[in-house]
């Protein structure tokens, strides 16, 4: 197969093929002006008759695996660029570029010694991700690619028989043909080993790219990862964040393909074995991957089942996760929430998790406006814990939001029927913050405390301002007597009627302290940064308003604390690794500065 010049679109007929080859700097061969092959891929593609077109691109997939030259690698680096430039279009499906991929793949796996000629060892990578990408919108394609026999071919590579870049891809393409009812029964043929494999993925991959890229010396990097990672732009520096990035998809995609075995409940004892719901909660995406839920995401797919409500009930380290979560201002706040809820309208996991989700969940009761996708979750929370007043230990909170949405509101209902009488009561409760706050600067916390119960008591619901000011102090006075959970509890009730919910800048920074206090480094960076969205990126006088010091200190400390490769950094970190992550955080910062 001669490569040759490229002068189609990047459609059927793509424009860009000869700099898309070019770019890629896969091949050091120059490309001629003439072709001699008439089986030429680059020629063929250019064919403007439909039908001469098809054959001879059948033709060409069947004889690309049968190559040994290094154009085999160009072409399907172009191949790559075509699929995800129109990753929709049908013509190479289905004339046979599934079969030519996987038999690729299994060449490269069975003989090594063309694996590691010339540039062939990026055949097996493209290959996978030629796959994934014409599989992942179209049902059809993803028909025509199980018949074609890819699947014990992902499977092979998701085994780990090349390497890490190989099973991030192979488990993209797996979970796009798994989330289709049409295919999903060719992948349940082989349940126990994908759901297996996609686990010891899902655990392993972020130890497995630092140990073998991120905390390795730059010349024992193999070339071809940095190659696929920078494509040739960028040094070291832009190596790490690429294979951070990649990290975490790889584990993103391995709890996406676990939950399409989840939500139709197979494998269910695979995935809710409990030492991997443990780990579950702790696989996050770090800030590299805010898009995916990741633990959580698979955790509320197995409280859709009965099954997978009895497993998560009976894991306390996953429902302590959910709570920490739900009094959090991080953006899958909501599906803690869910989470929780889920397993408090189930009778049987009820009584399991009780007493610790409903202290949680009391201090959001007053959550108004929209929460994500969800609106009116404060009185979801009420009335599904108002189910069971007298339960267990939560009982006086529970009793204590009885009196609040109940009795306090139907008794202000009859009492403070005039404007006027809700303005003198708004003076009152005035009058008794202020004289609490005097009692805090003169040192006297526990009474400020008081007081500020006080001013609590008597402040109507209605005042929700007023009463989100005087939770936050009430916060305040905890934090300095040393008590973090209840700064928590107190500032997630002010951030809870704070319109919109978690807007509040002062009890943010507050309850990211008390976070601290716990060594809650992930809830306490979350904090940080949405401080940073709601107080800092307003504009003032025409310029973005600077990050205070004590935020930027914070988001510092959090964010080696909470480091996608935290875990496996403390494995054995050397200095230089301890340079290469101060200067990902001074970026990062400079971010937040800019």
């Not at 996978?128 to 074609?148: C, D, F, K, Q, W």
């Not at 509101?409 to 809700?422: A, H, T």
């Not at 206090?517 to 504009?539: P, Q, R, Y």
């Not at 510092?556 to 950094?569: D, H, I, R």
């Amino acid at each position: 197969m001669k490569t040759t010049r490229a002068t189609t679109t990047t459609t059927t007929n793509p424009s860009n093929l000869l700099k898309f080859a070019s770019a890629s700097k896969l091949s050091n061969q120059q490309i001629p002006d003439h072709c001699t092959s008439p089986w030429c891929f680059f020629c063929n593609v250019e064919e403007p008759n439909p039908s001469l077109r098809r054959a001879k691109l059948t033709r060409c997939f069947k004889d690309i695996p049968l190559q040994d030259d290094m154009d085999c690698v160009l072409v399907l680096s172009c191949l790559w660029h075509m699929a995800m430039s129109c990753p929709d279009d049908l013509e190479f499906p289905s004339v046979g570029i599934f079969t030519c991929m996987a038999r690729l793949i299994h060449k490269g796996l069975a003989d090594k010694e063309w694996l590691l000629r010339d540039q062939n060892i990026y055949a097996p990578y493209y290959a996978a991700h030629i796959i994934g990408t014409y599989t992942m919108n179209r049902p059809e394609s993803a028909e025509l690619a199980v018949r074609s026999g890819v699947v014990p071919a992902l499977i092979e590579l998701l085994r780990g028989r090349i390497s890490w870049v190989e099973q991030r891809v192979a488990v993209r393409a797996l979970g796009h043909l798994a989330s289709y009812d049409r295919t999903f029964g060719s992948l349940a043929v082989h349940e126990g080993e994908i759901v297996g494999l996609t686990i010891e993925l899902a655990r392993t991959c972020l130890r497995d790219v630092y140990s073998s890229f991120i905390g390795v010396r730059e010349s024992k990097r193999l070339k071809y990862h940095c190659d696929l990672l920078t494509r040739g732009v960028g040094g070291q520096d832009m190596e790490n964040r690429k294979a951070e990035e990649w990290a975490s998809q790889a584990q993103c995609w391995s709890l996406y393909l676990l939950n399409c075995f989840a939500s139709k409940e197979r494998a269910m004892d695979l995935i809710c074995e409990e030492g991997f719901l443990g780990e579950l909660c702790e696989m996050w995406g770090g800030l590299v991957n805010h898009s995916s839920p990741a633990g959580v995401g698979t955790i509320r797919v197995l409280c859709y089942s009965k099954l997978g409500r009895g497993r998560v009930a009976g894991c306390q380290k996953a429902v302590e996760c959910l709570c920490n979560l739900s009094r959090s201002s991080d953006d899958w706040q909501y599906v803690g929430i869910d989470c929780l809820l889920l397993l408090l309208k189930d009778m049987d996991t009820r009584v399991r998790v009780f007493d610790t989700a409903a202290q949680c969940l009391v201090d959001l009761a007053e959550l108004r406006g929209r929460l994500g996708n969800r609106s009116n979750v404060g009185e979801v929370i009420t009335r599904i814990l108002l189910m069971d007043r007298h339960r267990g230990t939560a009982g006086t909170a529970v009793e204590e939001l009885w009196d609040m949405k109940v009795e306090r509101r139907n008794k202000e209902r009859r009492s403070l029927v005039s404007q006027e009488r809700v303005e003198e009561r708004r003076v009152l409760v005035r009058l008794i913050r202020q004289q609490a706050n005097r009692l805090f600067w003169l040192g006297k916390v526990e009474e400020a405390i008081e007081k500020y119960s006080e001013a609590l008591h008597r402040c109507p619901l209605r005042l929700r301002k007023e009463r989100m000011g005087i939770y936050s102090n009430r916060g305040q006075c905890h934090l300095v007597l040393g008590d973090p959970d209840g700064t928590i509890r107190d500032t997630t009730r002010a951030l809870c009627l704070s319109e919109p919910p978690n807007s509040h800048g002062k009890s943010l920074w507050k309850r990211s302290q008390a976070y601290d206090m716990k060594g809650m480094a992930k809830e306490s960076l979350m904090d940080c940064v949405m401080f940073i969205n709601v107080g800092c990126v307003t504009k003032r006088g025409g310029k973005m308003a600077k990050v205070p010091y004590c935020i930027a200190r914070m988001i510092s400390k959090q964010m080696e604390a909470a480091w996608l490769f935290s875990g496996a950094s403390t494995l054995g970190q050397d200095d230089q690794n301890r340079r290469k992550l101060r200067r990902k955080q001074e970026g990062m910062m400079k971010t937040f500065y800019e």
